[in-house]
């Protein structure tokens, strides 16, 4: 008998698709449990008792939340197609670059979509500033980390992704090809990889999620 593994996740949130993609990369089966994230369900409650927030991760009966400890979890328990360097001082750097990203630069760009219109182009700077240091830590690689995806990767999915969308929701420049076009190519690159692609929500469909989100 294999063991459990359950995702639970909402199909336009970049956090769930960390989860699913890392599991992918590592080639571990799961159960997906889809959630309404406007009607949550007793089990999610019960797994997530302080966030009651997706993804959450259930393994052989005990669940992790929060998408950075989940994935933190998934490359300390499934050893194939490593997410993390080895060498000490890499993998700091990594963790790094993850908290960068997960704190600072998705804070900058949330402000950016909610903050009124006279605190909205300083929002765009903050922004701004966070995708031009991303774009020199790329510094010519094709992903992150070198040449395959790994964690810092996956933890900017939501950038990759979801952040073209928003913007042209938005009418706003944040990212292109002129200002930073490694970054660009990154994006590019990512979201070309078979293995991301079949995960991605249709492309018209996030627009029209998060055209709804946005008007909440």
């Given at each position: 008998?294999?063991?459990?593994?359950?995702?639970?996740?909402?199909?336009?949130?970049?956090?769930?698709s960390?989860?699913e993609?890392?599991?992918?990369?590592?080639?571990?089966?799961?159960?997906?449990?889809?959630?309404?994230?406007?009607?949550?369900?007793?089990?999610?409650?019960?797994?997530?008792?302080?966030?009651?927030?997706?993804?959450?991760?259930?393994?052989?009966?005990?669940?992790?939340?929060?998408?950075?400890?989940?994935?933190?979890?998934?490359?300390?328990?499934?050893k194939?197609?490593?997410?993390?360097?080895?060498?000490?001082?890499?993998?700091?750097?990594a963790?790094?670059?993850?908290?960068?990203?997960?704190?600072?630069?998705s804070?900058?760009?949330?402000?950016?979509?909610?903050?009124?219109?006279?605190?909205r182009?300083?929002?765009?700077?903050?922004?701004?500033?966070?995708?031009?240091?991303?774009?020199?830590?790329?510094?010519?690689?094709?992903?992150?980390?070198?040449?395959?995806?790994?964690?810092?990767?996956?933890?900017?999915?939501?950038?990759?992704?979801?952040?073209r969308?928003?913007?042209?929701?938005?009418?706003?420049?944040?990212?292109?090809?002129?200002?930073?076009?490694?970054?660009f190519?990154?994006?590019?690159?990512?979201?070309?990889?078979?293995?991301?692609?079949?995960?991605?929500?249709?492309?018209?469909?996030?627009?029209?999620?998060?055209?709804?989100?946005?008007?909440?």
């Amino acid at each position: 008998m294999g063991e459990e593994v359950k995702v639970f996740g909402a199909w336009g949130s970049p956090f769930s698709s960390k989860v699913e993609l890392a599991l992918r990369l590592k080639g571990v089966p799961y159960d997906y449990i889809e959630e309404d994230l406007n009607n949550k369900s007793s089990l999610l409650l019960q797994y997530n008792p302080v966030y009651k927030k997706v993804p959450v991760l259930i393994h052989n009966g005990k669940s992790i939340a929060e998408s950075i400890i989940i994935l933190e979890y998934i490359e300390e328990t499934w050893k194939a197609y490593p997410i993390l360097p080895q060498d000490p001082n890499d993998k700091a750097m990594a963790r790094f670059w993850i908290n960068f990203i997960d704190g600072k630069c998705s804070s900058a760009i949330r402000k950016v979509a909610f903050s009124p219109e006279e605190e909205r182009e300083k929002a765009v700077e903050e922004a701004c500033e966070c995708l031009k240091t991303l774009e020199s830590a790329l510094n010519g690689k094709k992903f992150f980390g070198g040449d395959t995806i790994g964690m810092v990767d996956i933890v900017a999915l939501f950038i990759a992704f979801w952040l073209r969308p928003f913007q042209e929701i938005k009418g706003l420049e944040l990212l292109s090809s002129e200002k930073f076009p490694n970054l660009f190519k990154w994006t590019d690159d990512f979201v070309s990889c078979s293995i991301v692609t079949e995960l991605l929500p249709p492309r018209d469909k996030l627009v029209a999620h998060i055209k709804a989100h946005l008007s909440k």
